[in-house]
C-alpha cells in the first residue's frame, strides 16, 4: 500500500506540472458536450411545408393552420400547381408539400372522405420518416375536430401510443447519455495512454525500473490520480447534461458512480496497456484514439442500434465496454434501474477492467525483465 500511495503522490506532481493534460481532461469533455450536445440532434423541426389548397373553405384553412401552428412546419409558399412543388422541392426551397384536394369541406361536412396528400422530399431517409409521423398526427388531430368527425363511425380498433420514460421522444435524452460514456472512454484512454509513454521520452522509466516497485502497485500507482481526474470530470459533464439539456436523474446516485467508476477503470485500464504497446506519444495518441473513439462510437448502441447489426458485428460489440455502460447509464438515469437489476453490466464492465489490468501488468513486467 505505501508503494502506491508513492507511486500515486509521484504521478499527481507530474500532472499538476503538466497543467496542458490536467487543462485538457477537466476542460475538453465539457467543451464536446456542448458542441456534440447541441449539434447532434434528431429532432425535426421547421420543416419547410408548401401548401396546395385547391378548397378555399374555412375547413381547408383549418387544417392548414393545424399544421403550421403544429411547431413542426414553416409555411413558406401557396402553390397553385404541380409543377411549382416540384420545383420548390428541386431547389430544396420546401421540404413537404401540403395538397388539399377541390371538395374537401364538402366530404368532411358530410362524413364522407377526404383524401390529403403530403408529398415529401426523401432524400433524407430520417427526415423523411419524421415528417411522415408528424403529418400523420397532425392529420389524425385535425379530422378530429372536423365538423362531420362526430357522424363517421369509428374503426373497431383505436390505438392509443404511450411513450414511458421519455415522453417527449426528445433526443437529447437519447444522445446525451451516450456522449457521456464517449467522452468518458475518450479522454481516460487519451491520458493514460500518454503517462507512460511519457517518461519513456524523458528515459523515467529506467529509473522506474530500477526502483523497488513492483509491477501491479506501480500500474495502480499511475492509475489512481487520473482515476479521481476523470471521476470529477465525468460528474461535472453530467451535471452541465442535467443543466444544459435537462438530463434526468430517477435513479440512485450510487448506483450511477459504481457503475461510472468501475467504467472509468477499464478505460484508464485500456490506456496503459496502450502506453505499454507504444514507444512515442504520438503513437500512443494514434492508438488511443483507435480503441476508444471509433468502437465506443459505432458498435455500442450510441448512435446506431446493435440489433441491427450483422451478426459478425453484434459479437465483436461484447467486447466494448460503452455498450454495457450506456444500458446501465440509461436505465438509472431515465428509469430509476436499481443496482441489482444492472448486475450483467456491472459484472461484464468488472471483468473487462480486469482483463485490461492484467494485460498492462503482464506487457510492463515482460518490458521491465
Request: aromatic content about 8%.
Amino acid at each position: 500500500m505505501r508503494t502506491i500511495l508513492a507511486v500515486t503522490r509521484k504521478e499527481l506532481r507530474q500532472i499538476v506540472r503538466d497543467r496542458r493534460t490536467l487543462l485538457i481532461m477537466a476542460f475538453v469533455p465539457a467543451f464536446f458536450l456542448l458542441v456534440f450536445g447541441y449539434a447532434l440532434n434528431f429532432d425535426v423541426r421547421h420543416v419547410a411545408l408548401a401548401i396546395e389548397d385547391r378548397d378555399g373553405t374555412a375547413e381547408s384553412r383549418g387544417l392548414i393552420s393545424a399544421f403550421i401552428n403544429s411547431g413542426y412546419f414553416d409555411f413558406v409558399a401557396a402553390i397553385h400547381s404541380p409543377e411549382e412543388g416540384e420545383r420548390l422541392l428541386d431547389r430544396n426551397q420546401a421540404r413537404a408539400i401540403l395538397v388539399i384536394p377541390e371538395g374537401f369541406s364538402r366530404a368532411v361536412t358530410t362524413g364522407g372522405t377526404a383524401p390529403v396528400q403530403v408529398i415529401i422530399n426523401g432524400d433524407n431517409a430520417n427526415t423523411a420518416t419524421a415528417v411522415i409521423g408528424y403529418a400523420t398526427s397532425i392529420l389524425q388531430t385535425a379530422s378530429a375536430g372536423l365538423p362531420g368527425a362526430a357522424v363517421l363511425r369509428p374503426l373497431p380498433v383505436v390505438m392509443e401510443p404511450r411513450v414511458w420514460y421519455n415522453p417527449e421522444l426528445r433526443s437529447a435524452l437519447f444522445l446525451v447519455p451516450g456522449l457521456i460514456a464517449y467522452l468518458t472512454m475518450l479522454m481516460s484512454v487519451t491520458s493514460t495512454a500518454l503517462s507512460i509513454v511519457r517518461e519513456k521520452e524523458s528515459g523515467t522509466i529506467e529509473q522506474v525500473r530500477m526502483a523497488p516497485v513492483s509491477t501491479l502497485p506501480f500500474i495502480l500507482g499511475k492509475t489512481l490520480p487520473y482515476f479521481f481526474i476523470s471521476l470529477v470530470s465525468a460528474a461535472l459533464v453530467f451535471l452541465a447534461s442535467q443543466g444544459l439539456f435537462g438530463l434526468p436523474m430517477r435513479g440512485n446516485w450510487l448506483t450511477l458512480t459504481a457503475a461510472l467508476s468501475i467504467y472509468l477503470l477499464g478505460a484508464l485500464a485500456t490506456g496503459l496497456f496502450v502506453s505499454t504497446v507504444a514507444d512515442t506519444q504520438q503513437v500512443a495518441f494514434q492508438i488511443a484514439l483507435l480503441v476508444s473513439l471509433l468502437p465506443t462510437l459505432m458498435l455500442s448502441g450510441f448512435i446506431f442500434p446493435i440489433a441491427s447489426m450483422p451478426a459478425f458485428l453484434q459479437g465483436v460489440t461484447h467486447i466494448v465496454p460503452a455498450r454495457y455502460f450506456l444500458v446501465a447509464l440509461r436505465s438509472i438515469v431515465l428509469k430509476g434501474t436499481g443496482a441489482l437489476q444492472l448486475l450483467p453490466e456491472f459484472g461484464a464492465l468488472a471483468l473487462y477492467a480486469m482483463v485490461m489490468l492484467g494485460l498492462a501488468s503482464l506487457r510492463l513486467a515482460r518490458a521491465r525483465v
